[in-house]
């Protein structure tokens, strides 16, 4: 699942720093949404500010009463975290007093959500008995703090404490507070490793040709994001893939099956893997170190293929560390079920997630999937439901079937 920032501009000169923040929010795969109060459009404009977000900015020019318009309520629950940058000494004062008199403000006072404010001001009003005051107010109140930052200020010859900390440093702490996942204590996999492979791999002809197949990866990575959600370590082993990196998970990336291979035996001992990626079955058995070219007159090449190492296969049969349950899918064209049930056994894999992969069932590329779950015990059909509805199931029967089993790596 995408991580949801709401980015609060608050009216100072760094307000310009916060555009800068908004790509870098974005480069970590966050969707941002904007609010710019009244001040910081003197700074700022709100179209720039949407044309970096790729959304619409609110401010206090909306109607907050219009049912068509998305209420401050909403604005402050449809988030994973807020951030207010800068937080100028008037805002901080209207927080630490819970005042909620503009869009700004009330968003601050309804939400249930983390906050992170990154002050910056000038020096002297820093560092006032009031602004400290109003700090400590805040801090009791559990808000995050980065910054400010000592150095010289827009005024010219004043220096100090009071420079907003850089977007970058902003970034890392808005990445780290949204990792800091609550379910890392306490969820269902809290204390588990979970390993899962994602995506297609990329098997090199020549410098600049390559065999692929159509996996997209979402429904690898939206297991890894479950995974996390569940408060498991989790190491996502992926191929080539346009998908950002699911949040809390760490991510090896990888073009070959053979790289693929590596990544996974270098992260075992795992409690559960989960082997999603569409691994090329075959790679070209000897690469060409240079491009190939056409030579006028003579036939077209002829790709000698050799088989790769099948992973799923390899990690199934390992004693000792095998992972406690192992689970493999299987992307048919026909007879389904019945392929999925020999993969289970001719694998050894615990579980075997099958789904159709025609392209008329638009299963690869895109957002839903229809599977069924092949284990010793039978088979589970599920309804057709969304990639990260799959992904969450899948990930409850997994852990369910480890408590169940309780056994430790
Ligand atoms: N798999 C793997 N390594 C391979 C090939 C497949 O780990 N070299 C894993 C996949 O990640 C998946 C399962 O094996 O979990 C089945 O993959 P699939 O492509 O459906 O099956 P294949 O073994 O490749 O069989 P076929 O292509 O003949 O259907």
Do not use: C
């Not at 700022?44 to 949407?50: D, W």
């Not at 392209?359 to 059909?381: M, R, Y």
């Amino acid at each position: 699942m995408t991580q949801r920032v709401l980015l609060i501009i608050g009216g100072g000169i760094a307000a310009y720093k916060s555009l800068d923040l908004i790509r870098r929010l974005r480069e970590r795969g966050a969707n941002v949404r904007v609010v710019l109060t009244r001040a910081a459009q003197e700074f700022v404009t709100p179209l720039a500010a949407g044309a970096l977000s790729n959304d619409r900015v609110f401010t206090d020019l909306f109607d907050l009463d219009d049912e068509r318009e998305i209420g401050h309520i909403r604005l402050a629950r449809d988030t994973d975290l807020i951030i207010v940058a800068p937080a100028t000494a008037d805002l901080l004062a209207k927080m630490a007093t819970g005042q909620a008199n503009d869009l700004a403000t009330a968003v601050l006072l309804a939400t249930d959500k983390p906050v992170l404010a990154a002050p910056a001001m000038n020096p002297r009003m820093w560092s006032h008995p009031a602004t400290r005051r109003n700090v400590r107010q805040l801090e009791a109140d559990g808000i995050a703090f980065i910054g400010p930052k000592a150095g010289e200020m827009a005024e010219r010859g004043e220096a100090g404490i009071g420079r907003m900390a850089e977007p970058i440093e902003i970034a890392d702490t808005a990445t780290q507070l949204l990792t800091e996942r609550p379910s890392s204590k306490t969820g269902p996999l809290a204390g588990r490793h979970v390993l899962v492979t994602s995506g297609p791999t990329h098997e090199p002809i020549d410098p600049v040709r390559y065999i692929a197949n159509r996996s997209s990866g979402k429904q690898g990575h939206a297991i890894a994001a479950a995974a996390a959600a569940a408060g498991a370590r989790v190491t996502l082993v992926s191929g080539p893939v346009t998908l950002a990196d699911p949040p809390g998970v760490a991510i090896i990336k990888v073009q070959t099956a053979a790289e693929m291979l590596a990544a996974v035996e270098g992260a075992l001992p795992a409690d559960i893997a989960i082997f999603a990626a569409a691994v090329a079955d075959w790679r070209v058995a000897t690469t060409a170190g240079q491009k190939l070219k056409k030579t006028k007159g003579s036939a077209a090449p002829t790709l000698a293929l050799t088989e790769n190492p099948d992973i799923l296969k390899g990690i199934a049969a390992r004693s000792p560390r095998r992972p406690a349950l192992v689970i493999g899918f299987a992307a048919e064209t026909e007879s389904v079920l019945a392929h999925a049930q020999k993969k289970r056994t001719a694998k050894s894999a615990d579980w075997i997630v099958a789904n159709d992969v025609s392209p008329a069932t638009g299963t690869f590329g895109g957002d839903w999937n229809t599977v069924h779950l092949v284990t010793a015990e039978g088979v589970t059909s599920w309804p057709p439901q969304s990639k990260d509805e799959v992904a969450r199931l899948l990930i409850e029967e997994a852990a369910g079937w480890l408590a169940a089993h309780q056994t430790e790596v």
